[in-house]
Every structure is written in C-alpha cells, then in structure tokens.
C-alpha cells in the first residue's frame, strides 16, 4: 500500500490549494479515504472523509465551507481542495485510510499560509 501526497506549498491569506493523494496497492473504491493534518506542537486532527463512492463527506468544523473532499476511483486518487486559507490552516496534510487490519498513512506534504 502506498499513498503519496503533492499539492502543498506557500500561499497567502485568502488563496487556495489542491492537494492530491495518489493510492497503490489495494482496491481503492472500496475503501473510505481521509485527510488529516497535524500543525507544529498540536496533535494530527482529521479534516475530511469520503465514502468509497464520494456520496458521503464530512468535514472538521474549523473548514466547512473552505474545503473540499472528491475522489476518482479510476485514478485511484483522492484530492482536497482547500480555498479561503487562513494561517490555522498551515499544517502538513496527511491522506490516510483504514484497511481494517491497519490504517496507513503518506509521507504528508505542507500546506504553509501566510503574507
């Protein structure tokens, strides 16, 4: 299994960002798919879950109506889009999912706001 994460980088207060999550290794649109994101000295929260079809999404409070959580099950790829940034935003961003034997994580890409 293997889930590997771009889309990060610098932006300003306000702009937005499109993370994509790339998955091998097991069959993808069978599985639930989730973003989390842990910032300097707090602990990894989650911020969006889709079902394996993308019918159902839910969000952390601190980003409803800012994010968005898709997928494409024939690319095997889960994506977030992230718009109106603030500085609580900046974190690494994780994709994760549950394959009921284990969870399994990405290597997380940064996701930084600021002026």
């Known amino acids: 299994v293997q889930l590997v994460e771009s889309g990060g980088g610098l932006v300003q207060p306000g702009g937005s960002l499109r993370l994509s999550c790339a998955a091998s290794g097991f069959t993808f649109g069978q599985y639930y798919m989730s973003w989390y994101r842990q910032a300097p000295g707090k602990e990894r929260e989650l911020v969006a879950v889709?079902?394996?079809?993308?019918?159902?999404?839910n969000y952390a409070d601190s980003v409803k109506g800012r994010f968005t959580i898709s997928r494409d099950n024939v690319k095997n790829t889960v994506y977030l889009q992230m718009n109106n940034l603030k500085a609580e935003d900046t974190a690494v961003y994780y994709c994760s999912t549950d394959l009921i034997t284990r969870d399994y994580w990405g290597q997380g890409t940064q996701v930084t706001v600021s002026s």
């Open positions: 889709i079902s394996r079809a993308g019918l159902t999404t």
